[in-house]
């Protein structure tokens, strides 16, 4: 399946740069205002963070929450993360996410800049393990790119699954999974599926806040 080589070379990429991916968080102003947004989330208990990578959120979770599971599939990322958000209050779980299963249920299911690279295919089923991760009441929040971001991105044309290539500072390139939701049309997806959301566009980027169907998993069901 093309999906499979695609996120085996997102893999790639992000272990093999994972030296290099906190510089956005240092050269770009609007991302490092965006994680401001956390004081204003209703990020309350026991927090998922999936796709965690260097941890630059995490930090921001653990002050907010009772406790923190942060899973990411690359051991580079996860060691970085570790160390930046070294607290009693968070676990970190080394694990692919499109075969992981949560193991408990959680107040909040928090991922930031990972939507965009779940292929359009997988987002049923992604979007049915983020509802049984929940607790009765839970909520999922999420930030990621919206359209705007496209212009500064190499995007792939006419490939079957929506990608760009990104290129590390040895010269490798990499292709990735890059879907750029756009707010209105992803609450009426996930209205489809189910989900209550409100999805608002923040400086070219988005914050997503969604509750799953009322009756949990017996509504979304599982394929």
């Not at 796709?51 to 630059?56: F, I, L, N, V």
Request: with cysteine; hydrophobic share 45%; proline share 8%.
């Amino acid at each position: 399946m093309e999906d499979d080589a695609l996120l085996a070379e997102q893999m790639a990429y992000y272990e093999d740069g994972a030296a290099e991916y906190d510089r956005p968080y240092t050269e770009y102003e609007p991302l490092r205002k965006l994680l401001t947004v956390v004081d204003d989330l209703p990020i309350t208990g026991d927090v998922l963070e999936l796709a965690c990578g260097t941890g630059q959120w995490t930090p921001l979770l653990a002050a907010r929450a009772r406790s923190v599971t942060a899973v990411d599939a690359s051991a580079e990322m996860v060691a970085i993360a570790r160390a930046r958000a070294a607290s009693p209050k968070v676990r970190f779980v080394r694990a692919d996410l499109f075969a992981w299963e949560p193991p408990g249920r959680y107040d909040t299911v928090f991922f930031a800049f990972w939507l965009s690279h779940v292929p359009p295919a997988r987002l049923p089923d992604f979007w049915k393990t983020v509802a049984s991760a929940l607790a009765p009441g839970g909520r999922a929040i999420f930030v990621d790119d919206g359209p705007a971001v496209a212009a500064e991105e190499e995007v792939l044309a006419d490939h079957p699954v929506p990608a760009a290539v990104r290129r590390l500072d040895d010269g490798s390139q990499y292709r990735i999974v890059k879907v750029f939701h756009d707010p209105r049309t992803l609450t009426e997806d996930l209205s489809s599926l189910g989900w209550s959301a409100r999805v608002r566009p923040v400086a070219g980027h988005f914050i997503g806040i969604a509750e799953p169907p009322a009756n949990g998993m017996d509504a979304v069901g599982r394929s």
